[in-house]
């Protein structure tokens, strides 16, 4: 597609999503209050779980603001949405309140509202476009005890953290409510070195009903319900933010119901409370004993007159454990839930009975006995008896010391703290030389960061996953904030590589708002474009002061201007001006880059070798054969095992993207004339991404090349290459590729085309280069097959000594 179709194809799309999408509009709104507007003294700003509802927390501290007349002239404003105006507008004035704003997400005077508000009040998260300015105070009280693991912990989804997290960084105040909450938060959101504000050790504002006894006694008697057992049923959600699975949750509720309805007693009343993706599809006509929970009232204050509490794995046990009363578990689905689901206590360990049938479910509510949990409310509601609503608005507003406040300073270890940008962690050299330098770096001396994009890496979490234990990460979720005129700067920028004083100005305030945007005004001494391509990220490290900037160079960047889509040359070369230090791989890419930058100091080009994760190859190698769940072959893993298992093949193999650069067409060229003379060969090709898998699939099959084995996205393709005679690199040009090395460990024979950077380093013994052609490769395999290669042993961990000294000596 020429260079104007795409432009024209950008503008058309993001037009779009600027017309249809209110979210995406709303970074320009936000943008425009954030630069141009002042902070109002005298507005507050409430939002609950995201504006889906006004409950909870955050409800209990408007509460007690609106209730103090010495805060009467402040202007309260609370979020809510298109769909629940309504509702919201008619709970707060069946409380009796009158003081208050609404402003639906993503409208203009939202956007003004977050962007003006001295004080912000949150239970969850604000939009991924929200920047916090430094003259507001933001609280957040977060919205539970957790039991299913979050943050990095989250076994399906790690790279899903970055909005909660960059609120986390952002706010002045965090309330936690247990020791226990308090340390998974810091761990699982990496908050140690990076959270400036203070942690709130106190009770949650909305667990203090629970000890409003008159409260709870009038409330039984205006709802007719004293003579009742009141049965609260609070089930978790079992979707994801991608799967919102509502039909198929819908249909086991409806059934479920169905049965208890039938054997509930007359004095029973069983009240249902789902989530609020369920909440609104379903239909209570035809019960006889189960109702919703009552909208008009805050769902705290409903549940605080339950005589027991039937949940699954909701955290709603931990804060309704206050009462003492009756908790039990309907787990009906325990096994398929934690398959995908990790949890911080193991399930049996909770001190209340399960069920897993209707059946057992109402043996459990009937029994007259409650068991007794001292030792669990003691260790996770040890404060909620206390006004913590009250504590919070005296601390905030009158300068009261009532909370139990301790500075996130005092958690930093003093090292400093390096940032890593990681790209995509697709399945390719970058990210294996990226996962053996972390897992040899010295965590005693650093703290280091790596940063990708969250969307990007959707497909490659178990890498995030292997990250080492201490390796912390930031994810980057969400738009930058920007104008219509940085909008129309980065168009002619990116799109024409227009560089004029006017336009780089535009281009530099962009990102760095954007890194006020991502770090929160957190400073790192080191950022490290490791990548190497990524535009936007060069920009954004370009606007980090005071912090020492390196960007790596892993090939013949002229040449990879025609294959990476997000290889910007104006932005490369800006970075290889501006940034510290310039990383080159291999010592001849030092005059390549002096080269391409006429003018670079030399000196500011320091060679760092890329490290080999030696232990992990061994142990992968030692693994079966097994497919991912996304690989893709022309071969079965039954067929591939016979071909490896059987001694008489020799066997070829090749582990690089299946692009045009790496050579695969001519490889095979090549072996299709070899295998007609040693049909007793074959050659295995495994790549990751690459378009061109799909064209030499076809190419094999047409030319019925049954002993030519290609394999698309394997996270261990180190079985197949231990069971190799040759390894073989058909590249038109490379940096250094990792695949070399990691063969060398294997104890591999490599052959390559005489190309510049395999022939720097395979030319000291280790390897046998060939005539970068066709021709030349079908020589080497003649060579290899005949034994005739005389190489010497690749000394690995002396290898590995040297890069990470390499490595360090270029840290500030």
């Known amino acids: 597609m020429s260079s104007i179709k795409k432009t024209w194809k950008a503008i058309r799309r993001n037009f779009r999503s600027f017309r249809k999408n209110r979210a995406y509009r709303a970074r320009f709104h936000f943008t425009r209050y954030y630069e141009k507007e002042p902070i109002d ?90 920047i916090k300015r430094p003259e507001q105070v933001f609280f957040n ?20 953290i970055g909005n909660t997290q960059r609120n986390f960084f952002m706010a002045d105040y965090l309330l936690y409510p247990n020791e226990f909450t308090f340390e998974h938060m810091r761990e699982d959101y990496m908050l140690n070195e990076l959270f400036p504000g203070k942690y709130a050790l106190n009770g949650y504002p909305r667990n203090y009903v629970f000890y409003q006894t008159s409260q ?32 198929e949750q819908l249909l086991a509720v409806r059934y479920f119901l169905m049965e208890i309805d039938k054997r509930l007693r007359d004095d029973q009343v069983f009240y249902v409370n789902l989530h609020n993706f369920l909440n609104t599809e379903l239909e209570f006509d035809g019960y006889r004993h189960i109702l919703p929970f009552p909208k008009e009232y805050e769902t705290y204050e409903f549940l605080s007159i339950a005589d027991c509490l039937v949940t699954d794995y909701s955290s709603v046990f931990f804060d309704f454990a206050n009462t003492e009363r009756k908790i039990v578990l309907f787990a009906y689905d325990e096994d398929e839930y934690f398959a995908t689901r990790g949890v911080y206590i193991p399930y049996e360990e909770l001190p209340f009975p399960r069920a897993d049938t209707v059946q057992k479910l109402i043996r459990e509510i009937n029994d007259p006995v409650t068991r007794p949990y001292p030792e669990f409310v003691k260790r996770f509601d040890p404060w909620d008896d206390q006004d913590t609503a009250a504590m919070i608005r005296d601390q905030i507003f009158f300068g009261s010391n009532e909370l139990h406040l301790i500075d996130g300073t005092s958690y930093r270890n003093g090292k400093r703290n390096v940032l890593i940008f990681g790209g995509s962690l697709a399945q390719n050299g970058l990210t294996t030389s990226l996962r053996g330098l972390l897992n040899h770096l010295d965590t005693e001396k650093y703290n280091f960061f790596v940063m990708f994009f969250k969307q990007r890496v959707q497909k490659y979490n178990y890498v995030i996953s292997d ?6 990460y930031i994810s980057i979720q969400g738009w930058k904030d920007i104008t219509i005129m940085d909008a129309f700067c980065q168009l002619l920028y990116y799109r024409f590589n227009i560089t004029s004083g006017f336009v780089m100005d535009h281009i530099d305030r962009m990102f760095q708002r954007e890194a006020k945007r991502i770090f929160a005004g957190n400073q790192f001494s080191d950022v490290i474009h490791f990548t190497g391509y990524e535009r936007n990220i060069a920009a954004l490290f370009g606007q980090m002061k005071d912090t020492h900037s390196v960007i790596y160079v892993h090939n013949d960047m002229r040449k990879e201007k025609d294959t990476r889509s997000n290889y910007h040359i104006p932005s490369i070369l800006r970075a290889y001006r501006d940034f510290d230090t310039i990383v080159a791989i291999r010592e001849s890419m030092v005059p390549e880059i002096m080269d391409l930058v006429p003018g670079i100091p030399q000196d500011k080009i320091k060679v760092v070798h890329n490290v080999n994760n030696i232990e992990r190859i061994l142990e992968n190698a030692a693994l079966p054969l097994a497919f991912d769940e996304n690989t893709e072959s022309t071969h079965t893993v039954e067929e591939i095992r016979e071909i490896l298992d059987d001694a008489s093949v020799f066997k070829f193999i090749d582990v690089a993207r299946y692009s045009p650069e790496k050579g695969l067409k001519r490889l095979i060229l090549a072996f299709e004339d070899f295998s007609r003379n040693h049909p007793d060969s074959a050659l295995f090709v495994i790549g990751g991404h690459g378009g061109e898998y ?22 261990n393709p180190f079985p197949i290459l231990a069971k190799c005679d040759c390894f073989i690199l058909s590249s038109f040009y490379e940096g250094l590729p990792m695949s070399i090395m990691e063969a060398l460990i294997l104890d591999k024979p490599v052959v ?46 002396a290898f590995n000594e040297q890069a990470l000294q390499e490595f360090y000596q270029i840290l500030k």
């Not at 957790?146 to 790690?158: C, M, Y």
């Not at 009742?228 to 799967?243: D, E, L, S």
């Not at 490769?777 to 005389?790: I, P, R, T």
Request: proline share 4%; net charge neutral.
């Open 41 to 130: 003294e005298k507005t507050i700003f409430f939002e609950s779980y995201s504006a889906n509802n006004f409950s909870g927390n955050v409800f209990y501290i408007y509460k007690a603001i609106a209730d103090d007349p010495r805060l009467k002239e402040y202007r309260k404003v609370i979020a809510c949405n298109r769909k629940n105006h309504a509702e919201v507008q008619s709970f707060l004035e069946f409380h009796g309140f009158t003081d208050f704003e609404l402003v639906e997400v993503h409208s203009h005077e939202y956007c003004r509202a977050i962007a003006t508000a001295k004080y912000l009040f949150n239970n969850s998260t604000l939009p991924v476009y929200f």
């Open 141 to 160: 009280t977060w919205h539970g005890t957790p039991l299913k693991t979050l943050g990095r912990s989250i076994i399906s989804a790690p790279n899903e």
């Open 216 to 247: 709870q006694e009038a409330l039984r008697r205006k709802l007719e319900l004293t003579d009742k057992q009141v049965i609260a049923y609070m089930p978790t959600w079992r979707g994801t933010v991608a799967r919102k699975s509502v039909q």
């Open 467 to 472: 990250f080492p234990k201490g390796i912390s």
């Open 694 to 715: 799909r064209e030499l699939c076809e190419y094999c099959q047409e030319h019925a090349l049954k002993n030519v084995v290609l394999i698309q996205s394997l996270s």
């Open 752 to 797: 390559s085309t005489n190309i510049t950077g395999p022939r720097e380093f395979l030319e000291q013994g280790y390897g046998e280069l060939v005539e970068d052609s066709q021709q030349g490769l079908y020589d080497g395999m003649v060579k290899a097959y005949d034994h005739e290669l005389d190489l010497k042993p690749f000394e690995a961990r």
